[in-house]
């Protein structure tokens, strides 16, 4: 059990753990920032030192309301919204994160052994895992992330998932604060510090040999994202911004609204057109960028064939259709048109966004789609949300896919980390991507991560063109066949370990009960 923070030969002055509670809320604030990759390694040990060195009652009360805060100030650029809402998902996690502290401190505590370092990242890697499973967001806010700049360190992901990569982050707190509160024994401290350095020092190699040693995975495919923005779609988007928020429609809005996506479908159409003619086989729209009125889907798909039939190219049209006299009025969907001009799939979105899109949506698809398009391989299809879930991907990856297009629609506050987050699951899994974006970051990655084009919505011109030479094939992943077991094995370990230390109370206390009855028949 734990031990005095005040146990050892030198005492930190009172200011030190208060000033590491306020390193580490800093750092939180970065983490859905492109600055994030060291922010993510410090913010742990700079919790763990003022977790450690203050009474437990303390160390929660202080984390839980430094996280509520921190996590609430990033959420409302973040999770579009009422302050409220963004406040109340930053307590929701922030409760879990200080129960994750105190149980530390009050299981490992100060200066404990160096198997002890392994609690809290086995914690907290179970944690991420299991609240991911039930979580609308998904694996939004998994620390794995942070390392998104870092391809060397994302490699790891095809072996362990997300999950092996938050281990051995979490464990580099653990391991920081064992050494600094053992500082007065350094021979003791030392070959600790080498085996984490060892175990850290193999995953780099690992990403760095794996990249090295990349080749090609597969042909090159020419492929071509479009989004119609700007002025021609300023009448659409004011109609959609009205929708979501909740403004009611007469027949002249509505048929406004039909004649403003009009003019964007017309683009799409034109576009499309013309980077066929320049030498693109796989052409793609982002999320939801086509938007008709039910009644007029079907019409649009006939002409997406057409271009499709006559230019022999692979097209995905993503479409938002809207039926006004019905609640769930949209089906946000994926259609997938070949050079015969057949339409090879339709997929509607599984993962709605909590929120309008959820509550308006007609329900998604229940696997996707994967078939083999000549000239390009195994094709399938997600959209946007959908990649937060790594699970979504199995089944796909189980049949073969070797590219995946994932139209996507963001914002400013998500852009790019939401893009940077959806290229792990390509590295999970070894395919091959086309993310899409409306008002985001648009890429077209291998299965190592590496990107062979990229787009940024808010610094391109007019057009917003995403072009790619892009390789389609698969790249052999342990992930693709062992799945969760890394996230599963810490979640076990990190609760046999509660429940042993619980038993090991329940023992002590009935044993001082017995001794002081037995004192006192004395």
């Not at 080749?215 to 109609?239: L, Y």
Request: proline fraction near 4%; aromatic fraction near 8%; glycine fraction near 12%.
């Amino acid at each position: 059990m734990s031990g005095h923070p005040d146990e050892g030969s030198r005492r930190l002055p009172a200011f030190v753990p208060w000033l590491a509670l306020l390193g580490g809320t800093g750092s939180l604030m970065l983490l859905n920032t492109e600055w994030a990759l060291l922010p993510g390694w410090l913010m742990g040990a700079l919790f763990l030192l003022f977790s450690r060195q203050r009474r437990p009652a303390v160390g929660f009360v202080s984390l839980l309301v430094a996280n509520t805060v921190a996590v609430g100030v990033a959420n409302l650029q973040v999770f579009p919204g009422s302050a409220a809402s963004a406040f109340g998902m930053a307590f929701g996690g922030a409760v879990v994160v200080a129960l994750v502290y105190l149980a530390d401190r009050l299981i490992v505590g100060p200066r404990a052994s160096f198997l002890g370092t392994l609690f809290l990242p086995a914690a907290m890697t179970g944690l991420e895992l299991f609240s991911s499973m039930g979580n609308p967001f998904g694996t939004w806010g998994v620390l794995a992330y942070t390392q998104a700049r870092a391809p060397v360190l994302v490699q790891l992901v095809s072996v362990t998932g997300l999950w092996g990569l938050t281990f051995v982050m979490a464990w580099f707190a653990t391991v920081a604060n064992w050494a600094f509160e053992h500082r007065d024994t350094w021979r003791r401290v030392l070959p600790g510090v080498a085996v984490y350095a060892g175990v850290l020092m193999g995953i780099l190699a690992f990403g760095a040999l794996r990249l090295a040693g990349a080749g090609s995975v597969g042909e090159r495919v020419r492929v071509a994202g479009i989004t119609v923005a700007g002025e021609v779609a300023k009448g659409r988007e004011a109609g959609l911004s009205r929708l979501i928020k909740g403004e009611a429609f007469g027949d002249e809005d509505w048929r406004a609204f039909a004649e403003a996506s009009r003019a964007v479908n017309e683009e799409l159409l034109r576009l499309s057109e013309r980077e066929a003619v320049s030498g693109a086989k796989l052409i793609l729209w982002s999320e939801g960028n086509a938007v008709v009125l039910a009644g007029e889907l079907e019409a649009l798909i006939a002409r997406g064939s057409a271009l499709a039939r006559e230019r022999s190219v692979w097209l995905g049209m993503s479409v938002a259709s809207l039926t006004p006299s019905v609640e769930r009025m949209l089906r946000n969907e994926l259609i997938l048109v070949g050079p015969d001009g057949a339409v090879a799939w339709r997929y509607v979105k599984s993962r709605p966004v909590p929120g309008w899109e959820a509550d308006h949506s007609i329900p998604g698809s229940t696997e996707l789609p994967v078939i083999q398009a000549q000239g390009v391989g195994m094709l399938g299809g997600a959209i946007c949300f959908d990649g937060d879930f790594p699970a979504v991907f199995a089944d796909a990856s189980a049949r073969g896919l070797e590219l995946l297009l994932l139209p996507s629609s963001d914002w400013k506050g998500i852009s790019p980390l939401h893009t940077r987050q959806a290229v792990f699951r390509a590295v999970e899994r070894g395919f091959s991507m086309v993310r899409q974006v409306n008002q985001g970051l648009s890429v077209a990655v291998d299965g190592y991560g590496r990107v062979y084009g990229e787009l940024d919505h808010f610094t391109a011109g007019e057009e917003r063109v995403l072009r790619a030479e892009l390789p389609v094939g698969r790249v052999p992943t342990l992930y693709a066949r062992i799945g969760d077991l890394v996230g599963l094995l810490s979640g076990l370990v990190a609760l046999g370990w509660v429940l042993q230390a619980a038993v090991r109370g329940l023992i002590a206390r009935l044993r001082g009960t017995v001794r002081a009855v037995e004192a006192s028949r004395a």
